[in-house]
DNA sequence: GTGAAAGCGCTAACAG
DNA sequence: CTGTTAGCGCTTTCAC
């Protein structure tokens, strides 16, 4: 197979007429070293271009110092911008990231997992699929005594932990802010609501026409997913409904971003005919046209918070309670939704 | 520390009463094994609940099985879509991917590298900073026998191969088609001259004008990165230069959206006042108003064909002749650098 | 301060 | 078809 022979310890040992064990403790910093052995060995090492073999050191140490992370998506803002704050924090905390990407789909969800437990993985930061509903590999995960975080797309099982924004609060003061504005008619295209991120922002949504008295319509509650697809199909059922609402709360950008398809499709205008806001910040909001507004995530804590409660819980293995950490969001105001728009204040 | 002590192949051959040899080759579904055993094995296997080592099967085998990935940036829909092809297609191959991001980061790139090399994986695909400007990791690559793979960021080694988009060729176009609309006083903005792509992008600019006999003004040829902060300086610039351009190029679509902040920012219009078409595509341009125009590069097939080429290195570590491909680029046109547009024809 | 011995969990060669 | 024997390259006791 052509193998090409790596440099071992034992190599640069018998180079230096000192055992290995002495050249692996150097290494590591062990201060068993005297400071001229080790600076002797560091030399010798970077010269013969040494590259320690991880392989080897986790099996014989049993950790890894890596974490396993599943998510569903990349190509999306939010999750890229997740996984973007998980690997600044574990590279921070020299932990290793191995990524795998189940493209919302559970079978290969579960075959990740395997792997980053086949590969021994110290912890596991899980966002799940939009099918997910079994829940055997998480059981299996924390059976092997594995460290586990949800984040953001979480399931509730004991003895794991989770990281969620608030989606309730989010959406509630999204649907506030429209009911302020004088908005009556809304409409929620609400992704799916076996999702928890779907029910919890459906909550907020409740929350809010709740409070204000107002009933729900159900035909004004449209489920069908979380991309451009379904914001697409959504709209165009309440455009061919013959019963249009004013204002749109949309689960998440993409969605958003398949309504303003959809009405630039059906000649209407955004926001005089039709208003709309969504959960999730992404790069575009402020740059297509009405630039948009929306409930912000703030992935940069999400990621910190999951790899840190990861990393606690891996350090403190017989002591760490699990936890479920719940991160605010905020309102970031733009053209829709805004007090210009057509119903402000009527 | 609380190891998990997990279930090992030992443990289940004593249970079948066979030896190690045994459940490992029926695991891996060596012929020697006899279909009975295999499935008695496989049973037992589960219901045990064992997941195999791959630290210990890899080390024993002196391969894992694994590409290690090195992209500058996920949070970008150019890489994000690569990323996610990668995985596809080494998913298909029984691959499993490591990757890493480097944040445009050289530093961060070596150690990554380093890492990667540590983990012994078997071939490594790499797209560079804007900053990497040394070789000496890659040598140590080559040296280490390693099959590498560049992508769209490429650097020219021999015995490496690389993939890359057509960039001259789709600037050509995009540029040729903005001529042949009428546009004559054409500004690029054009990233960094140092990187591959910008270098490769503004030869196809220079094409296009070359071909019209158009001279290339130097005012308007701005370097300076590829993002929107790139793009909003870089139409600064212009704008504070009293001397605007009809037509910019952006070399990227950050880019690109940078200048529709910085043009709404001006006070002028686009297309009216100065139109733009841009390398890249992404989930936004549709979205953004007027609709961006851009070459877009097939992401799908320059990651499929990474996977590909590194594998089938692997493969043929002896006879592999390392390749350097370019996929070809297409224009799409939208509401920017259209015959709506002011100069149209004129 | 240094090193010898043992073993992490698995696979590869070879015997039976 | 099944098992025995040797490692893979490293870290971990525990002597010296």
Redesign the interface.
């Known amino acids: 197979?052509?193998?090409?022979s790596?440099i071992t310890l034992d190599d640069i040992a018998k180079q230096l007429n000192v055992s290995k064990v002495t050249v692996s403790k150097a290494l590591r910093g062990h201060p068993d070293i005297s400071k001229e052995t080790t600076l002797l060995i560091k030399k010798t090492v970077s010269e013969m271009?040494y590259?320690?073999?991880?392989?080897?050191r986790?099996?014989s140490s049993?950790?890894?110092n890596t974490i396993g992370v599943v998510v569903p998506?990349?190509?999306?803002?939010f999750f890229?911008?997740l996984?973007?704050s998980i690997?600044?924090t574990a590279?921070h905390n020299n932990y290793?990231?191995?990524?795998?990407?189940s493209?919302e789909n559970s079978e290969?969800e579960v075959k990740h997992i395997?792997?980053l437990?086949?590969?021994?993985v110290d912890g596991l930061i899980v966002s799940i699929t939009q099918q997910t509903r079994d829940h055997a590999i998480f059981e299996?995960v924390k059976?092997?005594?594995?460290p586990l975080t949800f984040v953001d797309r979480v399931l509730d099982i004991p003895g794991t932990s989770s990281i969620t924004v608030d989606d309730r609060g989010g959406s509630f003061m999204a649907v506030e802010h429209a009911l302020r504005l004088g908005y009556r008619k809304i409409a929620h295209l609400a992704g799916y609501p076996e999702i928890n991120i779907g029910l919890r922002r459906y909550r907020g949504f409740e929350d809010a026409m709740k409070m204000h008295d107002l009933p729900i319509n159900p035909d004004w509650v449209i489920y069908g997913g979380f991309d451009?697809e379904a914001g697409y199909r959504g709209f165009m059922k309440l455009f061919n409904s013959g019963n249009m609402p004013e204002f749109i709360f949309a689960v998440t950008y993409?969605v958003a971003?398949g309504v303003?398809?959809a009405v630039e499709e059906s000649g209407l205008k955004i926001p005089d005919d039709i208003d709309i806001m969504c959960f999730g910040n992404?790069?575009?909001n402020?740059?297509?046209?009405p630039s948009l507004s929306c409930v912000n995530q703030p992935t940069d804590k999400l990621g910190k918070a999951a790899v840190e409660l990861t990393i606690d819980h891996i350090k403190n293995?017989?002591t760490f309670e699990p936890q479920q950490i719940e991160i605010p969001t905020e309102l970031i105001l733009r053209q829709t939704c805004s007090v210009n728009s057509k119903h402000a204040y009527n």
């Open positions: 197979m052509g193998r090409s790596h271009g590259t320690p073999n991880y392989m080897a986790n099996l049993q950790r890894s998506k990349i190509a999306h803002f890229s911008s996984i973007e690997y600044d590279f290793e990231i191995i990524l795998t990407v493209q290969r395997e792997s437990l086949a590969m021994r299996k059976k092997q005594g594995i451009e993409p971003l303003y398809a992404s790069d575009v402020r740059f297509i046209s293995i017989d």
